[in-house]
């Protein structure tokens, strides 16, 4: 490759929030341009794509993990299993088979998980199927990695799929020091399962930081050795808020006396819960109950409009209930089998909990107040001349 093309290193750290390094020196004396980062409603299912692509999770397809498809669903074959009791059909074992079946048999990627009763995935299909970090693998808009693919500009990307974070960073060292590619993406997952487990913990998420900082600085450091033209950044998809209390809101909606699959469908996403009807009696009586509990709220479609999450297919739910931020769902299939999360994600927007993080050594050009303005950062410090380093 061109020696001559300044490198650019953009690290993605799942959950880094803005609270958690407004008040520290996290980089700050090379990454002096800071700000926070409005993330979207949901989770890094949706956060992560719309950072890739620069489109709300409405037009990239993205948004929850489960979406409602009973015609393509990978799953229709367990319709002919419902006769089975629950406690064979529904339990820890049974789970661990369809994940294994989804992952390897039928092409539902290394992240899928039988986070629901088996009893009703027939009616479901699985939005992340293909790598997000790779060329196509995003359904509904051009990603990033499918940008620099067209131009043909040497990229090498890290992620779960090649390691722990330790030897992501290790390995994106030696291969800068090769010199063959001017554009490093990293994706570090694992201060996202820290967090949800020590967040409130202050000893331990510092020391986190600690770590992080001192292999990044190293790695930024050799590409300004390189090149001092380099372009270093780190984001993040979405924050961390304390988890206060819990709700089991299923058994709130079981007192009702409706059946599932037949009067309705639901699926609880740890902060959210949502819900599609086959009959006005149970649309009626779930709704109504909904309004009348505290610490949450049905989302109209204007605000899912507002968001950049609303569906005219409804594939995602038909009603959508958010939890306040603080609160969780006690009986979400994403947490189930004992785990109760310290720190969860999730919640609305508006909530400075969910910011996430933008700091990099280069100012950009024009304003990134949320995820979707990190893939034009991305584009354009990619594509376009370079730029002198501006400072905040």
């Not at 950009?364 to 730029?387: C, I, K, M, N």
Request: proline share 5%; with cysteine; net charge neutral.
């Amino acid at each position: 490759m061109n020696r001559s093309v300044p490198p650019r290193i953009f690290v993605l750290i799942d959950a880094l929030g803005w609270t958690y390094v407004r008040d520290q020196h996290f980089l700050q004396g090379l990454l002096r341009y800071r700000t926070p980062l409005r993330t979207v409603l949901g989770f890094s299912s949706a956060a992560i794509p719309t950072i890739l692509t620069g489109a709300p999770p409405s037009r990239h397809g993205h948004w929850n993990l489960f979406y409602y498809d009973p015609e393509g669903s990978p799953f229709r074959w367990l319709r002919r299993l419902a006769f089975l009791p629950e406690r064979v059909l529904n339990n820890r074992f049974t789970r661990r088979a369809i994940t294994e079946i989804g992952r390897r048999m039928l092409g539902l990627g290394p992240l899928f998980d039988c986070s629901m009763n088996p009893r009703y995935l027939p009616w479901f299909n699985w939005v992340e199927k293909r790598n997000i970090f790779a060329c196509g693998g995003i359904t509904g808009a051009q990603s990033f990695f499918d940008e620099v693919s067209e131009r043909d500009v040497a990229c090498r990307v890290y992620t779960y799929r090649d390691g722990t974070d330790e030897e992501i960073l290790r390995e994106a060292a030696k291969d800068l020091a090769a010199g063959d590619a001017s554009v490093f993406f990293l994706y570090l997952s694992e201060l996202d399962r820290l967090l949800h487990e020590q967040c409130a913990h202050r000893r331990e998420w510092t020391a986190a930081l600690a770590r992080y900082e001192t292999e990044l600085q190293a790695l930024f450091d050799k590409a300004l050795e390189r090149d001092r033209r380099a372009t270093c950044a780190v984001f993040s998809d979405h924050g961390m808020a304390r988890v206060r209390s819990h709700v089991n809101l299923a058994q709130e909606i079981r007192q009702l006396g409706l059946r599932m699959p037949e009067d309705f469908l639901a699926v609880y996403d740890s902060t959210m819960a949502r819900y599609w009807f086959f009959t006005e009696r149970a649309r009626q009586a779930v709704t109504r109950r909904l309004a009348a509990m505290d610490g949450g709220r049905i989302l109209t479609d204007a605000e899912l409009q507002t968001l950049g999450v609303f569906f005219d297919d409804r594939r995602f739910g038909e009603l959508i209930y958010l939890l306040d931020p603080g609160r969780l769902l006690s009986d979400s299939g994403f947490h189930n089998g004992g785990w109760k999360p310290a720190g969860m994600h999730g919640y609305h927007p508006d909530d400075p909990d969910s910011d996430g993080v933008f700091l990099t050594n280069r100012k950009p050009p024009f304003p990134v107040r949320g995820v979707a303005d990190v893939h034009d950062f991305l584009a354009h410090s990619t594509f376009e001349p370079v730029e002198t380093v501006v400072t905040r």
